[in-house]
């Protein structure tokens, strides 16, 4: 898939998931979980949450926020927001291509 930011590297559905759950809000990692749960429908054990936070804060795509708390939240940076931004556009025309080529016409029963 063609992508603009070129360390971008291997983009997993994990980090698409969080990425679109932290684009609503700070978050840790129990409440990501949840939230994931919720809206994709995606059951995600801890160590799978963790491994892609750990990557994602690597990249510069997430960050801890200073807490006084057990839990540590994490907040998208702009640079999580751009290459979910890209991510997203990708997906979207891979979404019309497929749809296109299996004759899917969407909202058609």
């Known amino acids: 898939m063609a992508r603009r ?3 971008l590297g291997r983009f997993t559905d994990v980090a698409l998931l969080v990425l679109i759950s932290l684009a609503e809000g700070q978050k840790h990692g129990y ?3 949840s ?5 994709s429908g995606t059951s995600l054990e801890p160590g799978t949450l963790y491994g892609a936070l750990m990557r994602l804060e690597e990249r510069g795509w997430i960050e801890p926020v ?3 708390e057990r839990r540590k939240p994490y907040r998208i940076t702009d640079a999580g927001r751009e290459s979910l931004r890209e991510q997203l556009a990708t997906l979207r025309r891979v979404e019309q291509a497929g749809a296109r080529r299996a004759g899917l016409a969407w909202g058609a029963a």
Not at 35 to 39: A, P, S, T
């Open 66 to 68: 200073e807490t006084t």
């Open 35 to 39: 939230d994931i749960e919720q809206f």
């Open 5 to 7: 930011t070129p360390e």
């Open 31 to 33: 409440r990501m979980i």
